[in-house]
């Protein structure tokens, strides 16, 4: 009820004092949310590293911010333009895909959260029978009133559990499916080189197009003032005459290659809140110790610690790992990133990527210095414990106490 008394009013509004509001109100929110700041900034240092400034990062970040909020006061407005979408979207059609939709061919539609997000399936199914998988929110009332703004235009939304056999009766009827296919899968075994960093994603596109033989068609989306543009690339058709153990992986990074290119050119109306660039799975560590990228505190003599640094490798397969280690010493570790130090005060860099700080060294000032960064958490482990303590209070710190044993060096 509350969400149509709020439709009800924001509705009153056109788009464009709509957009301006939000683009206040984004501000405020990365003023406010420290939580999604740390996120956002952390996430474009892993993307950009120093080929932006801190300046220029922060102000996507902001930007990023303004799109979320903008989307959020879209939602109250789109009912009202059901019957003239083309009034806040057009719809730029790949002419061998919009003829291939008449013919009756399924088509994947691959998009991701750029813009507004919910703009690609409202454009096509203004035109085109399609549904599109959705995760459902976990309030009910919310979910109800979004899925209604959803569906307004004929499609239908189907929940991930029911997605594989929805997809593929879609697919084969000629319609199509929609995925939003940008979000982290750490469970994934596929990765793409996203900005040059690591980024598991899930391959259900590809795998929905080569069982059916239908192609995938990138849906980029871009905001111009108030209104959206909705681009549709060529089809990206599997080869059925190779294995699927190669095809799939080619599929998938010729279409994320495309929606990337789309992010680099207005990465202010991508979604950098969310954790793209996860590397942790929820079966063994703790949730707040989850970490895509860790920084590791080494003191100078390293001796001690020799037998403890693999753990920190068992217990985080797949994250980057960052050591500060004094100058001139060896990796402690294969395929991490190094830092030398000559002085402690080398080590208070501006560095946002680190979401974990692990110390060894017992800085306090310099874990809260990356506490103000991009750090989520900064736990000091004392040297001077002997061993079998300190390979037991990184244990029972970190992993989840049903997952101890697996974690034993």
Not at 101 to 109: A, D, L, P, R, S
Not at 334 to 339: A, F, K, L, N
Request: proline fraction near 7%.
């Amino acid at each position: 009820m509350i969400y149509r008394v709020l439709e009800f009013f924001i509705s009153l509004f056109p788009y464009k004092v709509l957009h301006a509001l939000g683009r206040v109100a984004g501000r405020v929110a990365f003023t406010l949310h420290r939580s999604f700041r740390k996120k956002a900034l952390s996430n474009l240092h892993l993307a950009y590293g120093e080929t932006k400034t801190e300046k220029e990062r922060k102000q996507i970040a902001i930007e990023s911010f303004q799109t979320l909020t903008i989307t959020c006061l879209d939602y109250f407005r789109l009912r009202k333009s059901k019957h003239n979408i083309s009034e806040i979207v057009t719809l730029e059609e790949n002419e061998e895909v919009s003829l291939l939709m008449k013919k009756g061919q399924g088509v994947i539609f691959l998009s991701g959260h750029q813009a507004n997000w919910e703009i690609p399936f409202l454009a096509t199914t203004d035109k085109y029978h399609g549904i599109a998988i959705g995760r459902p929110i976990k309030n009910r009332a919310l979910y109800n009133f979004v899925l209604s703004i959803r569906e307004m235009k004929g499609g239908k939304i189907v929940n991930p559990k029911q997605a594989f056999k929805e997809g593929i009766r879609a697919l084969r009827k000629g319609q199509f499916l929609g995925i939003v296919g940008d979000q982290a899968f750490p469970e994934s075994s596929y990765s793409y080189p996203l900005f040059g960093t690591r980024a598991w994603t899930t391959t259900a596109p590809a795998l929905f197009a080569y069982k059916t033989n239908s192609p995938i068609v990138v849906g980029t989306t871009r905001r111009e003032g108030p209104h959206y543009f909705v681009k549709g690339s060529a089809p990206i058709w599997p080869d059925l005459s190779r294995p699927v153990k190669e095809e799939i992986p080619r599929i998938m990074d010729q279409a994320i290659s495309l929606l990337e290119e789309s992010i680099k050119e207005r990465p202010g109306q991508w979604m950098w809140v969310h954790d793209r660039w996860k590397q942790q799975t929820a079966d063994k560590v703790k949730r707040k110790y989850r970490a895509g990228s860790i920084l590791v505190i080494l003191p100078p003599d390293l001796k001690p610690l020799l037998p403890i640094i693999p753990l920190i490798r068992k217990i985080y397969p797949r994250s980057f790992l960052t050591f500060f280690v004094a100058k001139g010493t060896p990796p402690p570790l294969p395929e991490v990133t190094i830092r030398e130090y000559e002085r402690v005060e080398e080590m208070f860099v501006r560095d946002y990527r680190y979401r974990l700080v692990l110390d060894f060294f017992d800085i306090p000032k310099l874990r809260h210095h990356f506490m103000k960064l991009g750090a989520f958490q900064a736990l000091s482990f004392p040297v001077n414990n002997s061993i079998e303590e300190l390979v037991e209070a990184i244990q029972t710190t970190l992993v989840k106490p049903k997952c101890l044993k697996a974690a034993t060096l």
